[in-house]
């Protein structure tokens, strides 16, 4: 995925704190045939705004009933009852937002002046507040040493017995050893290899695929080359060039950000600013459209599903759809009203279930997502790490087994406005972390 897009022009909904103003972009800039969904998020957004509470609470409430329970949509319900006075709704709303698990700070806000004193908003203000409370069963793999890395993904070479990481800000691919040895294995000696985003790492075929990208967040980022974006693809285990395919510019901001493999070699890529989702055969040089621009808000991360004819995505506006490989037809999967889904980076395999990285909500946290056995809906969620002193922003992960290695405090909330990275001294580095033996429901 994209993290410039997902930081630094993330405007929370009303304040919601969900990834949701490009969304609203998309729609105002005509790119997009929205869903029900994100017309009703828009809508309620500008009411909002517009200070009309009426028409605000008629949205955000046909929001949530189409998503089967929007975090974002619960709190500023509450914000709305409580501004109108309505006490027992206001509670209603935010025993709903409790539920989620994510954290508010219903003390601080505004909103919530009139009924400041009432004991029964103070019980929730608190729970709402110990959402936030760490969960820490991951431990420390090695640390990356690098603050200004901006660790991207990573993959597991189970023949060099390594870690593969990439590196945004350094555009470089590196080798890291479970005891600590971190050393170069793709540096740029390419001038159009930029950023190094998603990576996907093809046993099999002997093949390492990388996404790149031109972005500020880049070392020695040419401004010539903004917008250009590309798949590459290297040769193991020593790294060698094979082929870089690049997303022809057509004018828009185009990142490939996320990527997976199926068993046959195609390659799935999400495209995480126009919204699209592409796919690369074996034997072709070239990038057809799966799902088209505008389809999603921002796909993050997917996977194949286990019937082998559908892709899972992520989208961090909303949740996870699944998309028909033969069709390209989008479907919402089913989920627990209490699950806040919006903000998921990326998903990974175990079983029929999923281990999501959750980086767009306070807190920050890896979830561990069971699914019915035909994969059409999430029956159930649990949080595996959350808030934990080494988690910090965290990133991308690999399955080996059923152990996740992932990328924890990875510098992406130091990317600031201009999409560039902001590494004062003393800054922390990132760390590859791992939860053993995760279970699957």
Request: some cysteine.
């Amino acid at each position: 995925m994209w993290r410039a897009m997902r930081r630094s022009h993330r405007v929370a909904l009303f304040p919601l704190g969900v990834a949701v103003w490009i969304a609203a972009s998309a729609v105002a800039a005509g790119r997009a045939s929205p869903g029900a969904w994100r017309d009703h998020l828009l809508a309620g957004r500008t009411a909002l705004g517009d200070g009309d509470l009426v028409t605000a609470r008629a949205e955000l409430t046909a929001l949530d009933s189409i998503c089967g329970g929007h975090s974002g949509a619960m709190y500023a319900l509450a914000q709305i009852a409580a501004r109108s006075g309505e006490r027992n709704a206001m509670l209603r709303w935010l025993e709903d937002a409790a539920r989620t698990g994510l954290e508010r700070h219903v003390a601080d806000d505004t909103s919530f002046a009139a009924f400041a004193n009432d004991p029964s908003l103070q019980a929730m203000a608190a729970r709402l507040l110990d959402n936030g409370r760490a969960v820490a069963k991951a431990q420390v793999v090695t640390g990356l040493y690098d603050a200004k890395m901006l660790p991207e993904d990573v993959v597991w070479d189970a023949t060099g017995k390594r870690y593969l990481v990439s590196s945004i800000h350094w555009r470089k691919i590196m080798s890291v050893t479970s005891t600590g040895v971190v050393e170069d294995f793709i540096r740029p000696a390419r001038a159009d290899l930029w950023g190094i985003y998603g990576l996907a790492l093809d046993a099999a075929r002997g093949r390492l695929w990388a996404t790149t990208a031109a972005e500020p967040s880049v070392a020695e980022y040419e401004p010539a080359d903004s917008n250009r974006t590309a798949l590459v693809q290297f040769a193991m285990p020593d790294g060698r060039f094979v082929e870089q395919i690049e997303l022809p510019r057509d004018g828009a901001h185009h990142v490939l950000g996320d990527l997976c493999l199926g068993p046959d070699g195609t390659v799935y890529v999400s495209e995480s600013i126009g919204g699209a989702v592409y796919r690369l055969t074996p034997g072709s040089n070239t990038l057809t459209t799966l799902v088209p621009s505008g389809t999603f808000v921002s796909p993050q991360r997917p996977v194949l599903a286990l019937d082998g004819k559908r892709l899972l995505v992520p989208d961090y506006a909303r949740g996870i759809a699944a998309v028909t490989l033969r069709t390209g037809e989008v479907q919402w999967l089913a989920k627990p009203r209490t699950l806040a889904s919006g903000g998921i980076d990326g998903i990974y395999a175990l079983g029929a279930d999923l281990i999501a990285i959750q980086n767009g909500t306070t807190p920050h946290r890896v979830l561990a997502l069971d699914l019915d056995a035909a994969q059409t809906k999430i029956t159930s969620w649990r949080v595996l790490e959350q808030a934990s002193p080494d988690l910090g922003e965290p990133n991308h992960g690999v399955l080996v087994g059923r152990d996740f290695t992932f990328i924890g405090n990875s510098g992406w909330d130091r990317v600031g406005a201009a999409d560039t990275l902001v590494t004062p001294p003393g800054t922390a580095p990132p760390v590859l972390l791992k939860l053993e033996k995760v279970s699957p429901h």
